[in-house]
């Protein structure tokens, strides 16, 4: 009954914004991501690779506010212990606009992200006893900066944790980071 309640109070606030449904948006993000080797919100990792990627998203608004997102990551290197390695993300999640506002003119829209998807590398990430093949789980906050009705800028932060949930190996060794980007959007 709670969960009930929380999704229906979820779905009332998603009205207006400066989006509506069936907008659609493509963002172009430079990501750079630290291993995080605390207790966030997962389990402790054990990777410790610092990484570096590039990342195009495309959503598409169901609801004001509310939009179905794909992700395509063609190049996230791994700067781990046994050198650097390539790998490729494929991923799909929500986005959420919860905040819109403007300072001094510019109109600014604060976002939530939740991502999941799946990562094949080219050697074993996040250790060399790990697998080549990770399952991948993102949950962020955004800050779109308008320039344009069509054109904005984007930065934020997303807690990135993949692992091969030891569905192809007895040892599961993972990694959580704390990512920031940076990147273009383009809007119609």
């Avoid at 791994?78 to 650097?84: E, L, N, W």
């Avoid at 906050?141 to 993949?162: A, I, P, Q």
Wanted: with cysteine; glycine share 10%; hydrophobic share 40%.
């Amino acid at each position: 009954m709670r969960w009930t309640f929380l999704v229906a109070l979820f779905l009332v606030g998603c009205r207006g914004g400066p989006f509506r449904s069936g907008d659609q948006l493509v963002a172009v993000e430079a990501v750079y991501g630290d291993a995080n080797l605390s207790d966030p919100l997962w389990w402790v990792g054990e990777g410790d690779a610092s990484t570096t990627a590039v990342t195009v998203k495309y959503s598409r608004y169901f609801r004001p506010r509310l939009a179905w997102t794909v992700g395509f990551t063609p190049a996230r290197l791994f700067d781990q212990s046994d050198g650097t390695v390539w790998s490729a993300e494929i991923q799909a999640g929500i986005r959420w606009d919860a905040l819109d506002f403007s300072v001094y003119r510019v109109p600014l829209v604060l976002y939530g992200i939740a991502l999941g998807g799946v990562m094949h590398s080219s050697k074993s990430v996040p250790a060399e006893r790990a697998s080549h093949t990770n399952l991948t789980q993102d949950l962020g906050l955004g800050l779109e900066v308008r320039w344009t009705d069509s054109v904005s800028m984007v930065t934020g932060y997303r807690l990135k944790h993949l692992s091969n949930g030891s569905g192809s190996n007895i040892n599961n060794p993972s990694q959580n980071s704390n990512d920031v980007f940076l990147g273009l959007l383009f809007r119609w």
